[in-house]
């Protein structure tokens, strides 16, 4: 009963929103950087192949490509090391809140966090529990670090309008692959449009992918049909899109996270427990 008391305790003193969107933070930005990467790597090689037979029209794009390629590989490291601050910020903050409503009781850890932000009682002294006291003193300085719920949701506000616009631009490419494959249809199906087949094109100049003098720039009629028929165009296409479902679900973590960290920030500091706000 004693193993069987400890696990209730921790499942329901764990804080489920944060989990929740941790799991989906780390899935978001892995489908995201992962597929991303790949992605552009295919968009590369279809601009060398098929839009562009000069090397100085395109190599201002390439080297664009190997930049982002190098802020993902940064943005896949920070949101790992961020999500797991926030899961902790969410256990802790959590516990603090479920302490004051007497929701359940915490463990020698939980009290050691939950001091900085409640004032819990110090350690009683005894020498056959000094084991314990240290590892309540580990959690109390561990507290003390993540004792600023307002700070982190300042930081994850930030982060997400930041995101915003990084979900925003990940649908850019998506809207142009999307273009493309249009024309494809309409060329493969004429009959669904009154516009001559020769006359139908993709224009990597007119996204700005390309300069204007770059040559040929475009690819119109039956060779571009024969491009969306690759299994390049169709991967680089999917890669895409579930680069952008893989922002998508990043958003929506850090939103869940910021609406779940404001919540309990704003119970401490209406309950006027918060002794570091």
């Known amino acids: 009963m004693g193993l069987l008391e400890c696990c209730a305790r921790c499942l329901v003193g764990a804080p489920f929103a944060s989990l929740v969107a941790t799991g989906l933070c780390f899935f978001g930005v892995a489908l995201f950087c992962g597929c991303g990467h790949e992605a552009l790597t295919g968009t590369e090689k279809l601009i060398e192949t098929y839009f562009s037979k000069n090397y100085q029209d395109y190599e201002y794009l390439i080297n664009v490509i190997h930049a982002f390629q190098y802020v993902i590989y940064g943005t896949a490291s920070f949101f790992f090391l961020y999500g797991a601050l926030l899961l902790a910020e969410g256990f802790y903050t959590t516990g603090a809140v479920r302490q004051i409503f007497g929701d359940y009781k915490t463990t020698i850890c939980g009290k050691g966090l939950s001091a900085t932000v409640t004032g819990g009682q110090k350690g009683r002294g005894s020498r056959g529990q000094h084991q314990a006291h240290s590892l309540e003193r580990v959690c109390h300085c561990l507290g003390k670090w993540l004792g600023h719920p307002d700070k982190f949701v300042g930081i994850t506000y930030a982060l997400t309008v930041v995101w915003l616009l990084v979900f925003a631009c ?81 958003l929506i973590s850090l939103l869940t996270f910021m609406i779940a960290a404001t919540y309990n920030f704003a119970v401490l500091k209406l309950m006027g427990r918060g002794t570091k706000f």
């Not at 004429?190 to 020769?198: M, Y």
């Not at 475009?218 to 680069?243: D, P, R, W, Y």
């Open 170 to 250: 990940s649908a850019v490419p998506v809207y142009i692959y999307f273009n493309t494959w249009t024309t494809c249809q309409s060329i493969a199906f004429p009959s669904k449009t009154s516009a001559s087949i020769g006359s139908l094109c993709a224009d990597a100049r007119m996204y700005g992918v390309l300069p204007w003098n770059a040559f040929p720039g475009k690819v119109c009629g039956s060779n571009l049909l024969s491009i969306c028929k690759t299994a390049e165009f169709q991967m680089t296409f999917h890669l895409f899109i579930a680069a952008f479902v893989g922002a998508a679900a990043t």
